[in-house]
């Protein structure tokens, strides 16, 4: 399956921003997906995830309570709302497709990735 990631930009501290990632397949409700990020000099890390359905979500604790991740699987479209963003935020922010209906948060789980979107929050 191939991603679009989109919806990044520059926000002030406390701001928020909603991050799309378009997906190229008819079968996107079979895919479990996945929002990580990476800032510059560290590690991809996990952020947020959600199953097929949409029934089951989990997120990163650096996140929990501020972002959401939701999907409209008619749109083949994962969504990802970002509130009370810090500058600890900023990082780029890549949507990924994992194959079969669960809930994945490991990047090796993952078959499928975007090309990455930019977020950067200043203080």
């Known amino acids: 399956v191939q991603l679009q990631a989109s919806g990044g930009g520059s926000v002030q501290a406390g701001g928020h921003l909603r991050l799309s990632c378009a997906a190229s397949e008819r079968t996107f409700s079979s895919y479990g997906m996945g929002w990580f990020r990476q800032a510059p000099g560290k590690e991809r890390e996990f952020v947020a995830a959600?199953?097929?359905?949409?029934?089951?979500?989990t997120y990163a604790d650096s996140v929990k309570g501020r972002f959401t991740i939701s999907r409209v699987n008619a749109k083949n479209t994962v969504y990802l709302q970002m509130n009370a963003l810090k500058p600890e935020d900023t990082a780029v922010y890549y949507c990924a497709a994992s194959w079969g209906s669960g809930v994945r948060i490991r990047t090796v789980d993952f078959s499928s990735w975007g090309q990455g979107t930019l977020v950067t929050v200043s203080s």
């Open positions: 959600i199953s097929w359905n949409g029934g089951s979500t």
